[in-house]
Protein backbone atom coordinates (compact mmCIF):
# COMPACT_ATOMS: atom_id res chain seq x y z
CA UNK A 1 0.00 0.00 0.00
CA UNK A 2 0.90 3.53 0.00
CA UNK A 3 2.72 5.04 2.82
CA UNK A 4 3.86 8.57 3.32
CA UNK A 5 5.57 8.92 6.42
CA UNK A 6 7.11 12.50 8.06
CA UNK A 7 9.48 13.25 10.34
CA UNK A 8 11.09 16.33 11.73
CA UNK A 9 8.38 18.37 13.35
CA UNK A 10 9.06 19.97 16.34
CA UNK A 11 9.01 23.66 18.78
CA UNK A 12 11.62 26.27 17.91
CA UNK A 13 11.49 29.81 18.48
CA UNK A 14 10.84 32.29 15.91
CA UNK A 15 13.99 32.22 13.83
CA UNK A 16 15.09 28.95 13.82
CA UNK A 17 14.80 26.16 11.09
CA UNK A 18 13.29 23.03 10.90
CA UNK A 19 14.24 20.19 8.79
CA UNK A 20 10.92 17.84 7.38
CA UNK A 21 11.58 14.61 5.37
CA UNK A 22 9.07 12.44 3.89
CA UNK A 23 9.78 8.95 3.66
CA UNK A 24 7.64 7.32 0.54
CA UNK A 25 6.24 3.78 -0.19
CA UNK A 26 4.08 1.68 -2.44
CA UNK A 27 4.16 3.78 -5.35
CA UNK A 28 6.65 5.00 -8.18
CA UNK A 29 7.95 7.83 -6.30
CA UNK A 30 9.86 9.39 -9.16
CA UNK A 31 7.07 10.10 -11.05
CA UNK A 32 4.93 11.81 -8.78
CA UNK A 33 4.50 15.02 -7.85
CA UNK A 34 4.81 15.48 -4.36
CA UNK A 35 4.04 18.59 -2.05
CA UNK A 36 4.15 19.82 1.55
CA UNK A 37 0.70 21.19 2.82
CA UNK A 38 0.15 22.93 6.10
CA UNK A 39 -2.97 23.10 8.09
CA UNK A 40 -3.30 25.10 11.48
CA UNK A 41 -6.34 25.36 13.31
CA UNK A 42 -9.21 27.26 12.26
CA UNK A 43 -7.31 27.78 8.80
CA UNK A 44 -7.45 25.94 5.30
CA UNK A 45 -5.01 23.42 4.36
CA UNK A 46 -2.89 25.72 2.11
CA UNK A 47 -0.22 23.90 -0.74
CA UNK A 48 3.57 25.45 0.88
CA UNK A 49 5.64 23.51 -1.82
CA UNK A 50 5.68 21.24 -4.35
CA UNK A 51 8.45 19.56 -6.43
CA UNK A 52 7.79 17.40 -9.61
CA UNK A 53 9.12 14.84 -10.55
CA UNK A 54 11.98 16.48 -13.25
CA UNK A 55 12.62 19.14 -10.14
CA UNK A 56 11.07 21.79 -10.98
CA UNK A 57 9.29 23.49 -7.40
CA UNK A 58 6.65 25.85 -6.20
CA UNK A 59 6.28 27.65 -3.17
CA UNK A 60 3.42 30.09 -1.69
CA UNK A 61 4.24 33.42 -1.70
CA UNK A 62 4.96 33.82 1.91
CA UNK A 63 7.07 31.33 2.53
CA UNK A 64 9.84 31.94 -0.76
CA UNK A 65 13.31 33.14 0.53
CA UNK A 66 13.07 31.04 3.75
CA UNK A 67 11.53 27.05 2.41
CA UNK A 68 13.55 25.01 0.27
CA UNK A 69 11.97 21.76 -1.39
CA UNK A 70 14.42 18.89 -2.57
CA UNK A 71 14.12 15.15 -3.52
CA UNK A 72 16.12 12.17 -3.27
CA UNK A 73 14.05 9.96 -5.72
CA UNK A 74 17.09 6.92 -5.12
CA UNK A 75 15.62 6.98 -1.73
CA UNK A 76 11.97 7.82 -2.00
CA UNK A 77 12.29 11.42 0.05
CA UNK A 78 10.91 14.88 -0.05
CA UNK A 79 12.42 16.98 2.26
CA UNK A 80 11.41 20.49 3.59
CA UNK A 81 14.26 22.75 4.77
CA UNK A 82 12.19 25.92 6.78
CA UNK A 83 14.78 28.74 8.18
CA UNK A 84 13.90 31.88 9.21
CA UNK A 85 10.45 30.35 10.87
CA UNK A 86 7.96 32.69 12.07
CA UNK A 87 5.07 32.06 14.69
CA UNK A 88 2.55 32.11 11.53
CA UNK A 89 4.29 29.04 9.84
CA UNK A 90 2.99 26.96 13.40
CA UNK A 91 0.29 24.44 11.51
CA UNK A 92 0.51 20.49 11.22
CA UNK A 93 2.42 19.92 8.14
CA UNK A 94 1.71 16.94 5.41
CA UNK A 95 3.48 15.26 2.82
CA UNK A 96 1.19 14.27 0.00
CA UNK A 97 0.81 13.25 -3.58
CA UNK A 98 -2.25 12.65 -5.79
CA UNK A 99 -3.86 9.84 -6.96
CA UNK A 100 -2.91 8.89 -10.39
CA UNK A 101 -2.33 10.51 -13.31
CA UNK A 102 -3.59 13.75 -11.17
CA UNK A 103 -1.37 16.42 -9.77
CA UNK A 104 -1.08 18.76 -6.82
CA UNK A 105 -2.86 21.28 -8.82
CA UNK A 106 -5.94 18.97 -8.91
CA UNK A 107 -5.51 17.39 -5.72
CA UNK A 108 -5.40 20.99 -3.76
CA UNK A 109 -8.71 22.10 -5.99
CA UNK A 110 -10.59 18.92 -4.53
CA UNK A 111 -9.83 18.66 -1.05
CA UNK A 112 -11.38 22.08 -0.84
CA UNK A 113 -9.76 23.72 2.17
CA UNK A 114 -9.27 20.33 4.01
CA UNK A 115 -6.21 18.56 4.47
CA UNK A 116 -6.23 14.61 3.83
CA UNK A 117 -9.87 14.91 1.95
CA UNK A 118 -8.47 12.75 -1.39
CA UNK A 119 -5.43 11.49 -2.40
CA UNK A 120 -2.57 10.10 -0.76
CA UNK A 121 -1.07 12.01 2.76
CA UNK A 122 1.42 11.36 5.88
CA UNK A 123 0.00 11.32 8.96
CA UNK A 124 1.48 14.68 9.23
CA UNK A 125 4.02 16.52 11.99
CA UNK A 126 3.20 19.24 14.27
CA UNK A 127 5.60 22.30 13.96
CA UNK A 128 5.18 25.51 16.52
CA UNK A 129 7.17 28.56 16.34
CA UNK A 130 6.91 30.59 19.44
CA UNK A 131 7.09 34.42 19.64
Known amino acids: EVQLVESGGGSVQAGGSLRLSCTAS????????MGWYRQAPGSECELVSS???????HYVDFVKGRFTISRDNAKNQVFLQMNSLKPEDTAVYYC?????????????????????????WGQGTQVTVSS
Open 96 to 120: ATAFPPYGLAALTKVIRGVCRRFGY
Open 26 to 33: GFTFDDSE
Open 51 to 57: ASSNGTT
